[in-house]
C-alpha cells in the first residue's frame, strides 16, 4: 500500500513512540522519579537513568519489525475510519447508554 508522506514520517512514528513508552515503561518510571527527586539537578543526577530510557526506546525505534507493527496498527486505523468515518478516538470512547 502507497503512504503519504505525513503518514510515514508524523503518524506511524507517533504510533511507534507511544508503543516504545508503554514498552520502556520501567525505565521512564525510574527517570520521572530521578527528575522529581532531583528538581534543578536533574540534568547531573539523572544521566544514567536518561540513557538507560534512550537506549530502550532508540532500540525500539531502529527496529524495522517494530515499525511493521506499527504501520499495519495504523493502517487498520485508517482502514476502520474510511468504513465507519469515526475517528479511533471516539470509537474509543463510551458511548452514553440513555439519551
Known sequence: QHLRHVEKDILI?????EKAKERCSEQVQDFTK???NSGVLMVVKCQKENSALKECLTA???DPAFYEECKM???KERE???KTGIPTKKR????????
Open 34 to 36: 530521578c527528575c522529581k
Open 73 to 75: 496498527e495504523y493502517l
Open 13 to 17: 512514528p507517533k504510533i511507534m513512540r
Open 92 to 99: 474509543l470512547q463510551r458511548v452514553p447508554t440513555s439519551m
Open 80 to 82: 476502520e475510519f474510511r
Open 60 to 62: 525500539y525505534y531502529n
